[in-house]
């Protein structure tokens, strides 16, 4: 079992940065794949970046590229998502989760299918 915690969620203006954590406990989770994903009121849960420990790769959402960055501490079991130039679209709760299983395809964890574990999830509101 992989237990997820999300963190650093607020109240931002448009323009400004948040950066989001998310501690992991239980089962080490070097070789899993960790994603944020997103979720407005009254839409679905939005893939927003992942990254995959074995390679170091990293995959963003078209929407969040060159503006967000994924990155992880192995020390520290704590993925982060650093969130820039934030507009008020960016508004959502976001969630981390981590997939055990692996595919080859990269793509697959766009979705939310894959992600075994999910955090409870942070507030991040972006006025304009």
């Known amino acids: 079992q992989v237990q997820l915690v999300e963190s650093g969620g607020g109240l931002v203006q448009a323009g400004g940065s948040l950066k989001l954590s998310c501690a992991a406990s239980?089962?080490?989770?070097?070789?899993?794949?960790m994603g944020w994903f997103r979720q407005a009121p009254g839409k679905e849960r939005d893939f927003v970046a992942a990254i995959r420990w074995s390679r170091g790769s990293t995959y963003y959402a078209n929407s969040v590229k060159g503006r967000f960055t994924i990155s992880g501490d192995n020390a520290k079991n704590t993925v982060y998502l650093q969130m820039n130039s934030l507009k008020p679209e960016d508004t959502a709760v976001y969630y981390c989760?981590?997939?055990?299983?692996?595919?080859?395809?990269?793509?697959?964890?766009?979705?939310?299918?894959?992600?075994?574990?999910w955090g409870q999830g942070t507030q991040v509101t972006v006025s304009s």
């Open positions: 989760a981590a997939a055990a299983t692996y595919y080859s395809n990269s793509g697959s964890y766009y979705y939310t299918e894959p992600y075994d574990y």
């Open positions: 239980g089962r080490t989770f070097s070789s899993y794949v």
